[in-house]
């Protein structure tokens, strides 16, 4: 695993969300810049504050894994929850401790992995790890470490990349098979990606760099995973104007069924 983090911390301290700044003619981190990035952010995720509900989280000891640019950090942060973040890079540490003394926000955010948490038991009332866990190299192992800093009660919110999506099913057909395949004969656990084209479509750095891991997995096995807390639900989201889907754009795809059938991620709440 160390080689694994070790190339996830070279990889991840480029931000996270780098190329869509430079898209948007962003050069510096002051408020109206990071406003420009947050407000497109949102509007290209407008479920994911369905799933992260600022309003459970007033009050609230709140753990943010993977931090990026730090949109979703500083919403956290500005919803009244007592907000820590946690990112194995540093680049993404100083960019949301920097939103958070740059907008007078409390709370903290510091280095280190979901695989070995620099936090003790019981710490958090939520964890929210949107687009992480699937890097790591141990989804299991990072689903555990949630648990074991959750309070009884609390709750983990995943997103993680889903194994059945359309994509998957063109981009790797054969790997997607075999991996329904062990499935039904009782295999549980994740598929990683093969290429670097696969994980170019999800993650790759200003440079062209593919992320060093990427695993996806199904319902069944995240369920699985999740088998220590007392509740799992899920939600599959997300959807792009590609095959087999390129006759309309993305807003509309999102407003159709397909998303929920065979999106490109899962959305996950375990409850301890």
């Known amino acids: 695993m160390a080689s694994v983090d070790d190339a996830n911390i070279k ?7 780098t190329n869509l700044a430079t898209v948007l003619g962003i050069t510096d981190s002051s408020p109206g810049s990071l406003k420009k990035f947050d407000d497109w952010f949102f509007e290209f995720y407008p479920y994911l504050l369905e799933h992260v509900s600022l309003a459970e989280l007033i009050g609230r000891d709140v753990l943010e894994v993977g931090l ?7 919403k956290i942060a500005q919803s009244g929850a007592r907000y820590v973040g946690l ?14 003394r740059q907008a007078a926000l409390p709370g903290d955010a510091k280095t ?3 695989l070995n948490a620099p936090f003790s ?15 790591t190299g141990d989804m299991r192992k990072g689903i555990d470490e949630c648990r074991r800093l959750l309070r009884a009660g609390g709750s983990l919110i995943a997103m993680v990349y889903y194994a059945y999506s359309y994509r998957r099913w063109v981009q790797a057909p054969r790997q997607t098979l075999r991996y329904l395949t062990s499935e039904i004969l009782g295999y549980r656990g994740v598929v990683a990606s093969e290429t670097a084209q696969e994980k170019w479509y999800y993650d790759h750095n200003s440079k062209g760099v593919v992320a060093p891991h990427t695993d996806f997995v199904s319902v069944k096995s995240l369920r699985n995973y999740c088998r220590l807390f007392s509740d799992f639900s899920w939600q599959r989201r997300n959807i792009d104007q590609e095959l087999p889907f ?6 509309e795809l999102l407003t159709t069924r397909w998303p929920g059938i065979c999106g490109l991620e899962i959305y996950a709440r375990a409850v301890k």
């Open 112 to 114: 280190g992995s979901i």
């Open 121 to 135: 038991d019981n710490s958090f009332d939520y964890v929210v790890a949107v687009g992480c866990l699937h890097h």
């Open 11 to 17: 990889f991840w301290n480029e931000l996270c969300g």
């Open 68 to 74: 990026g640019y730090g949109s979703l950090s500083q």
């Open 246 to 251: 390129k006759t309309r754009t993305r807003q």
């Open 87 to 100: 990112d194995i890079a540093p680049g993404p540490v100083e960019m949301v401790c920097h939103r958070l």
